[in-house]
């Protein structure tokens, strides 16, 4: 049997099992009792923080930003946050359905590596990559495998995170930097940009048709030094100091 019991000193309560059995002679007279008391205190309460932990870990898993998906060592889906479906593009029984050995998507986009190799080492596996999903949705994404171990079985963590926006705001950047780029070089007006030390890193034709220099041969040199003499050298370096401030 168990009980609780509490200890006048501390009053801290303790968690027992107890056993009691009775003792008989050699004519079979029974003469005492036999009691064994076992203080589980310690198992009850880690017992109890290991329950806490699980529940904490599905909580997270339900509600963190990023896509999570748990798979056994056969490819097996067996649990999917909401950000994930949101990802993919299926329903939940569609991607708890799914092996991820079987899937061509992983293949192609080399998922399937990354989570065999991840399996194999036992050491995290992250990604940039492209992926056409299953379900027909192409999307970036940055994705990282791990390795759990619960309930004596080899568990395979994927974390998700769509970065889709972010890959389409770096394309129109650089986009736009081409297209200054190429403005710069055909307007009229000579254009030039120095750094924080004065050295001169873009310079436009109209720049070399003004002042002679070829681009070859600037690029990367001091401005004022380059360009003035004297006096004028002085003034110019100060000017460009102290609008560099």
Same mark, same amino acid.
């Given at each position: @049997?168990?009980?609780? $019991? @509490? $200890?006048?000193?501390?009053?801290?309560?303790?968690?027992?099992?107890?056993?009691?059995?009775?003792?008989?002679?050699?004519?079979? &007279?029974?003469?005492?009792? +036999?009691?064994? *008391?076992?203080?589980?205190?310690?198992?009850?309460?880690?017992?109890?923080?290991?329950?806490? @932990?699980?529940?904490?870990?599905?909580? *997270?898993?339900?509600?963190?930003?990023?896509?999570?998906?748990?798979?056994?060592? &056969?490819?097996?889906?067996?649990?999917?946050?909401?950000? #994930?479906?949101?990802?993919?593009?299926?329903?939940? +029984?569609?991607?708890?359905?799914?092996?991820?050995?079987?899937?061509?998507?992983? =293949?192609?986009?080399?998922?399937?590596?990354?989570?065999?190799?991840?399996?194999?080492?036992?050491?995290?596996?992250?990604?940039?990559?492209?992926?056409? +999903?299953?379900?027909?949705?192409?999307?970036?994404?940055?994705?990282?495998?791990? *390795?759990? =171990?619960?309930?004596?079985?080899?568990?395979?963590?994927?974390?998700?995170?769509?970065?889709?926006?972010?890959?389409?705001?770096?394309?129109? #950047?650089?986009?736009?930097?081409?297209?200054?780029?190429?403005? %710069?070089?055909?307007?009229?007006?000579?254009?030039?940009?120095?750094?924080?030390?004065?050295?001169?890193? %873009?310079? &436009?034709?109209?720049?070399?048709?003004?002042?002679?220099?070829?681009?070859?041969?600037?690029?990367?040199?001091?401005?004022?030094?380059?360009?003035? =003499?004297?006096?004028?050298?002085?003034?110019?370096?100060?000017? *460009? =100091?102290?609008?560099?401030?």
């Amino acid at each position: @049997s168990t009980l609780s $019991s @509490s $200890s006048a000193a501390s009053d801290v309560y303790k968690r027992q099992t107890n056993k009691m059995s009775p003792q008989f002679d050699d004519k079979n &007279n029974l003469h005492g009792v +036999s009691a064994f *008391i076992s203080d589980t205190t310690e198992n009850t309460i880690l017992q109890n923080a290991l329950q806490e @932990s699980f529940n904490l870990n599905q909580k *997270i898993i339900k509600t963190a930003e990023l896509g999570v998906g748990i798979y056994n060592k &056969n490819g097996d889906c067996i649990s999917a946050n909401d950000n #994930i479906i949101k990802i993919v593009g299926g329903t939940t +029984s569609e991607v708890l359905m799914q092996n991820f050995r079987k899937l061509p998507s992983w =293949e192609k986009s080399g998922l399937l590596k990354d989570a065999e190799k991840c399996l194999e080492t036992k050491k995290e596996v992250k990604r940039i990559l492209r992926l056409a +999903s299953s379900f027909g949705k192409e999307i970036w994404c940055e994705t990282h495998f791990s *390795i759990h =171990e619960a309930d004596n079985e080899t568990k395979l963590l994927l974390l998700v995170r769509d970065i889709s926006d972010l890959k389409l705001a770096e394309k129109e #950047i650089i986009y736009k930097a081409e297209e200054i780029s190429n403005l %710069i070089q055909t307007v009229n007006n000579a254009i030039f940009v120095i750094d924080k030390n004065g050295k001169i890193n %873009i310079w &436009n034709k109209s720049a070399e048709k003004i002042t002679g220099y070829k681009k070859e041969e600037i690029l990367n040199k001091n401005f004022a030094g380059e360009l003035f =003499e004297g006096e004028n050298k002085k003034n110019i370096a100060s000017i *460009i =100091e102290n609008a560099l401030k």
